[in-house]
């Protein structure tokens, strides 16, 4: 890894961490009831993840698939300008509030943002739904929205070995390194017995990962 990526990482999630993430959790819950937004079960890590990633406020966000989801509201309501992308057009649930901003549109081939000024690009189990090859397109894309410095957040799944599981596309070793250019041999080293804990409580059956990328 040189010098300019040395800070890039892949995270498996661990649940023995949940405690670590108790109180930013019980804030999305109130966040999720106060917007009427959605927040399901395995977000507990990939909200977590994001937002201790970002230095916050921050107005220079972009969320890559903001769905229906709590996270914008949160980053929203500690003061970030936040602007929501979506294939599907939400636009009448995220700009409820004043600090969201919606652009409705596929990624990145109905794209019109303007490049080179972001501080982040986020993507909450997002972009995942895509093959491996619009994945990387998609953050390539995202990469180039980002200023020097900035920073690429997401959160997928992965397996042993790369496929797709329905819509989802689940990452490897090989496939973590032809998208994002990372090694993530050494991290992969646990994850049978990360996959086994996670196993005791998520009924998902694959594992949640964070990925960041600095440009």
């Not at 890559?64 to 996270?71: K, N, Q, Y």
Request: with cysteine; hydrophobic share 40%.
């Amino acid at each position: 890894m040189n010098e300019e990526n040395k800070m890039n990482k892949v995270e498996l999630f661990d649940i023995d961490k949940m405690p670590e993430y108790a109180t930013i959790n019980r804030e999305f819950e109130e966040t999720k009831v106060k917007y009427n937004a959605h927040k399901y079960g395995a977000y507990m890590f990939d909200y977590p993840f994001i937002v201790n990633h970002i230095d916050i406020p921050n107005d220079r966000i972009i969320d890559f698939g903001c769905g229906l989801g709590a996270l914008d509201f949160y980053l929203a309501d500690k003061g970030c300008e936040v602007w929501a992308i979506d294939r599907d057009d939400t636009r009448w649930f995220m700009e409820k509030h004043p600090k969201i901003h919606f652009v409705h549109g596929a990624i990145p081939e109905g794209m019109r943002i303007e490049d080179g000024e972001w501080d982040y690009v986020i993507a909450a189990s997002s972009i995942e739904h895509n093959p491996p090859e619009k994945i990387k397109q998609i953050f390539t894309y995202g990469m180039s929205l980002l200023r020097a410095g900035g920073i690429f957040i997401a959160t997928m799944v992965a397996l042993k070995e790369a496929q797709m599981m329905g819509s989802t596309f689940c990452l490897d070793v090989p496939a973590i390194k032809e998208i994002f250019d990372i090694d993530a041999s050494e991290e992969f080293t646990k994850f049978n017995d990360l996959f086994a804990k996670f196993g005791t409580k998520f009924t998902y059956p694959f594992l949640s990962i964070g990925i960041v990328v600095y440009k």
